[in-house]
């Protein structure tokens, strides 16, 4: 049986590999660790094998997870789809969110972020697939939102980020983060100070370091296949 710390090294070698490949240097992608429905034992334990940036979906489960794991300093990531009667909370507890894709839910962040903590680091999230069940904003409507977003009091935009179409075709791969990364390229061009790409997961991280991302979110090669049932706010993934 694998151990955390095993998969974490072994992802770590896929990062660098791939980077290597690419002609970038290794410590130019940052490893999310994604670990929603996973119980904050085993997150307990990727932090000790060296991972202080973990990812989270799902509301509830992960403000359990936070408040049983508070006294370690992990810096927590919400990456899921987002309700507007949700942004309170991941507003009070997240350094990061890289799931807008509205201006209102923008909205709702800014105004709910504490004045004493420092502004919300923000994605914004792109539908590359076009598929009618993916949470992200058009691509055509990107440099709208990014401008909006940019001028909110409390919030830090700092990129883009995108879950393309689930597919073993590496062109299409290519297609959809290269489609992403065109359009951050663009949006720097424009003036934006951004740095960030968060796109690639497990199956798909190599094209994605391809393709320039900086934040890479694993779950499976971290932690094993995903435990059910998950929590009721998959739901909203296709609601909202």
């Known amino acids: 049986m694998a151990t955390i710390a ?19 240097q290794p410590d130019e992608i940052i490893l999310l660790a ?77 105004r709910d972020r504490p004045k004493t903590l420092p502004p919300l680091q923000i994605c914004i999230q792109v539908n590359v697939s076009g598929e ?12 709208d939102l990014a401008a909006y977003v940019e001028k909110l009091p409390q919030l830090k ?3 883009l980020m995108a879950v393309p179409e689930l597919t073993t075709a590496t062109a299409l791969q290519r297609s959809q983060f290269h489609m992403l990364r065109s359009l951050y390229d663009q949006l720097k061009q424009d003036g934006f100070d951004l740095d960030t790409l968060s796109m690639g997961m497990s199956e798909d991280m190599e094209p ?20 059910y049932p998950i929590p009721e706010e998959l739901a909203a993934h296709v609601t909202r």
Not at 11 to 23: F, P, T
Not at 96 to 102: A, L, N, T
Not at 132 to 143: D, E, R
């Open 6 to 24: 095993s998969t974490l090294q072994n992802v770590n070698k896929r990062i660098a590999a791939a980077a290597i490949n690419s002609g970038r």
């Open 34 to 110: 994604a670990s929603k429905t996973n119980p904050a034992e085993q997150v307990k334990q990727a932090w000790l094998a060296g991972q202080t940036i973990f990812g989270e979906n799902y509301l509830q489960e992960a403000l359990e997870k936070i408040l049983t794991l508070s006294d370690l300093p992990i810096e927590w990531h919400f990456i899921g789809p987002i309700q507007s009667n949700k942004t309170k909370r991941i507003a009070e507890n997240f350094a990061w969110v890289h799931s807008v894709d509205r201006k209102k839910i923008a909205d709702r962040l800014s």
């Open 132 to 143: 009618g069940t993916k949470s992200g904003v058009s691509p055509k409507l990107v440099t």
């Open 157 to 159: 935009l700092r990129g």
């Open 208 to 227: 994605a370091i391809a393709e320039g991302a900086t934040i890479v979110r694993v779950g499976t090669a971290i932690f094993g296949p995903r435990r």
